[in-house]
Nanobody
Framework: QLQLVESGGRLVQPGGSLRLSCAASGFTFSTYTLAWYRQAPGKQRERVAD???????WYADFVKGRFTISRVNAWNTLYLQMNNLKPEDTAVYYCNRIPNAIWGQGTQVTVSS
């Protein structure tokens, strides 16, 4: 059974850092491009970053230079290192494979002083 479990979100001050984790199971993790998405209140879900099987990352313009996506295939785990967080980064963050599978619960990131 496919499962995606995000963790690591919390309240953080502007300028702070967080590392999100995504534990995946139920599919062959190493053979998929994996991605982080986010959804802020009242807004559509948007892709933040993705990481292809060959290690090539893609980042949305609004996180370039601040976020880093990585993966450990042996652990079926995807990460998102987020630095210099801004209030506009506040959202529920989700991971998924591409093509998308079932969505997990997400993890809440709140950036506020």
């Amino acid at each position: 059974q496919l499962q995606l479990v995000e963790s690591g979100g919390r309240l953080v001050q502007p300028g702070g850092s967080l590392r999100l984790s995504c534990a995946a199971s139920g599919f062959t993790f190493s053979t998929y491009t994996l991605a982080w998405y986010r959804q802020a209140p009242g807004k559509q879900r948007e892709r933040v970053a993705d990481l292809a099987t060959d290690g090539r990352p893609w980042y949305a313009d609004f996180v370039k230079g601040r976020f880093t996506i990585s993966r450990v295939n042996a652990w079926n785990t995807l990460y998102l290192q987020m630095n210099n967080l801004k209030p506009e980064d506040t959202a529920v963050y989700y991971c998924n494979r591409i093509p998308n599978a079932i969505w997990g619960q997400g993890t809440q990131v709140t950036v506020s002083s």
